[in-house]
């Protein structure tokens, strides 16, 4: 797993991807850094909750990470409308069989 430290930027990472300029004054972003700061290793002891705090904050940055990446292909495969039969055919890398005179498949 990775070190909090990594994950702490990495959420704050994805924080400023969805939010913008403006994420530093959000409640979030407030609330990630004090959850981070009060759950700070203070010595060698071993603590339960802390580890399932630093279990918490991996797995809600790896929500975030899969969330911006669904948005993207959302936008990619979705956000134009219908396409045609050519286009769906190209995108998975196949071609359409053409009719004898050289004409291209009709609807």
């Known amino acids: 797993m990775s070190p909090p430290l990594r994950v ?12 913008g300029q403006s994420y530093r004054q959000s409640l979030a972003y407030n609330y990630v850094l004090d959850q981070f700061r009060k759950n ?21 940055l790896c929500l975030l990470t899969a969330t911006r990446h669904h948005l ?21 890398g196949l071609r359409l069989p053409t009719q004898p005179g050289g004409k291209g498949w009709e609807k």
Not at 72 to 92: C, F, N, P, T
């Open 8 to 19: 702490c930027r990495g959420i704050l990472k994805e924080l400023r991807a969805s939010m």
């Open 72 to 92: 993207a292909l959302h936008q990619l495969y979705h956000g134009k409308g219908e396409r045609s039969i050519e286009q769906a055919a190209d995108m998975v």
């Open 40 to 60: 700070k290793v203070t010595g060698d002891r071993y603590c339960r909750a802390q580890q399932e705090a630093h279990h918490d904050s991996h797995t809600y």
